[in-house]
């Protein structure tokens, strides 16, 4: 399983950027990078997926170099509800079945 | 409806006990999971279950015993649990599919006394 390194903690002033980075030097050629949250004990909240093109939704953008060994999740206007945990995932197989293998994450703050 | 339920929400059980957790998904996913998170910590796999075949065991101990009685459908059962397993239980659910996320029910906050 590609595993991945974040940084142990971020804060971010509300209304500005949150850049949280990712590094995944081991991903293969077929595997997806994932991003999910929780919030305090919360299930993980799905935000955003991608394989080797850059992605945004209407949560966030995703950042994927292009040598694909890191990655950084943009939430362009940080509020307060966006405090959470952040988990980068390199979604694995195991005999053709799908894994979301958590690393530990990033713990963002977003201060007022 | 991207909904995963799991009942029940808080569950607390004696060591003697059997229990069983319960999940359900109704997005037509052919990919379940068992998770079992411990405060502070990321969620660790426990199992897979994929064309409601269990596809990956995680070297679980034997006092959790998944099921999967159909593709709408997964049961965690629980039984002679030490207090060490108290920890937030979660379900997940899945098309799958390359190119498919998965999705995640809210835990049932599990407590061993």
């Known amino acids: 399983d590609a595993k991945t390194t974040q940084p142990t903690s971020m804060d971010c002033a509300e209304g500005r950027a949150a850049n949280l980075p990712c590094n995944h030097s081991t991903i293969s050629g077929n595997e997806y990078v994932y991003w999910y949250r929780q919030i305090h004990s919360q299930g993980p909240q799905y935000i955003i997926h991608g394989l080797k093109n850059n992605e945004t939704n209407e949560m966030a953008s995703l950042i994927i170099t292009e040598d694909r060994k890191s990655s950084t999740l943009i939430l362009p206007h940080a509020t307060l509800r966006d405090t959470a945990v952040y988990y980068c995932?390199?979604?694995?197989?195991?005999?053709?079945?799908?894994?979301?293998?958590f690393g530990t994450g990033t713990r963002l703050k977003v201060l007022a | 409806d991207t909904e995963v339920t799991q009942t029940p929400k808080h569950l607390v059980m004696g060591m003697t006990n059997k229990k069983s957790l319960k999940c359900e998904q109704h997005m037509g996913h052919r990919a379940m999971y068992w998770y079992k998170q411990k405060a502070k910590k990321p969620p660790e796999l426990m199992f897979v279950y994929s064309y409601e075949k269990l596809s990956i065991n995680e070297s679980v101990p034997s006092r959790f015993s998944p099921e999967c009685p159909n593709s709408s459908l997964l049961n965690l059962h629980l039984h002679a649990l030490q207090p060490e397993d108290s920890a937030l239980y979660l379900c997940?659910?899945?098309?799958?599919?390359?190119?498919?996320?998965?999705?995640f029910g809210q835990g049932t906050r599990l407590t061993v006394v």
């Open positions: 997940a659910s899945s098309q799958g599919k390359a190119n498919t996320e998965a999705f």
């Open positions: 995932i390199v979604r694995g197989t195991t005999s053709g079945t799908y894994k979301y293998i």
